[in-house]
């Protein structure tokens, strides 16, 4: 009998990378310059692993944070303390839930599917996030590319989210709001529902579009009941 499995990407999905700013504005005292921040250091983590998985220099995702921020730290001139970055590594292990993510998972958790978390992250850090947010009941497990030392997009990942769980591609959704994510879940054959998390936030042209979108989880709920 077949079941339906929602793997829920993490970073900028269910956690929002951005609940960082208040600890960057703290010490950088400018909030625009604090969004600035988040913005170079989200897309500069990012673009690293993308890096490293094109070489095939896996390291923990963590260190590609840590080395994002070190970049971003340069590139904008801030000058931050050895304190300052350790504290804002600390605020990026303890990043809070999305204000729409509890409710949905709940109204989820009343249903016949079975919710993953799925990560770039390690297991050890997507663990603590969950937790700190009270979200960690909802899950069945927790998938991360640590287990094949790649990172998303590579199809290795989809391959091994599908048969870690022993599931079809047509029983398995990505649900994330990062395009490259659903759009390398789509080329691996999954079925895949964008989070559009921001109205202005525009998707790739490649012609791999996701099977829905939606605007928050309680959408996505209400798709799939």
Known sequence: ????VLAFDVYGTLIDTHGVVAELQSRLGDPSMAMEFSR???DKQLEYSFRRGLMGAYVDFARCTREALDFTDRVLGVGLSETDREHLMGAYASLPAFDDVKAALARLAETH???VAFSNGSREAVSGLLEGAGLSEYFADIVSVEEVRRFKPDPAVYAHLRQRLEV???DTWL????AFDVIGARYAGLHAAWVRRSPEAPFDSWGIDPDITVSDLGGLVDYLN
């Open 40 to 42: 170079r250091w989200r």
């Open 168 to 170: 079809e591609p047509g």
């Open 1 to 4: 009998m077949s079941r339906r």
């Open 113 to 115: 599917v079975t919710c």
């Open 175 to 178: 649900i994330s709001s990062n």
